[in-house]
């Protein structure tokens, strides 16, 4: 980041440079505390099971039913996928 007219580069505030280096949302990093973080993949995969045992109980084809299957492969998923790449780093020296 150019300062003056000069040419120098000017030095950007921590802040600043957070917010520069950011990229998206996606890649930000979010600070939960302990509890919930430790809860999450179980979160995850609770609601994927109940979803999942609600498809069961509705009787007919409505136009929600795709979308508690699609919601519950999403959460099975993620929640596989979170407690494994914590059990991984967990595991590593």
């Given at each position: 980041?150019?300062?003056t007219?000069?040419?120098k580069?000017?030095?950007l505030t921590?802040t600043?440079d957070d917010?520069?280096?950011a990229?998206s949302?996606v890649?930000?990093k979010?600070?939960l505390?302990k509890?919930?973080?430790?809860a999450?993949?179980?979160?995850y995969?609770?609601?994927?099971?109940g979803?999942?045992l609600?498809?069961?109980?509705?009787?007919?084809w409505f136009?929600?039913?795709?979308?508690?299957?699609?919601?519950s492969?999403?959460c099975?998923?993620?929640?596989?996928f979170?407690?494994?790449?914590r059990?991984?780093?967990r595991?590593d020296?």
């Open positions: 980041m150019l300062g007219a000069t040419g580069e000017a030095s921590n600043q917010k520069r280096n990229g949302i890649s930000r979010i600070w505390p509890l919930l973080y430790d999450l993949p179980y979160f995969l609770l609601s994927g099971i979803a999942f609600t498809t069961l109980y509705i009787s007919e136009w929600v039913l795709p979308h508690y299957l699609l919601f492969v999403a099975l998923h993620l929640g596989i979170v407690y494994r790449r059990r991984q780093y595991d020296p």
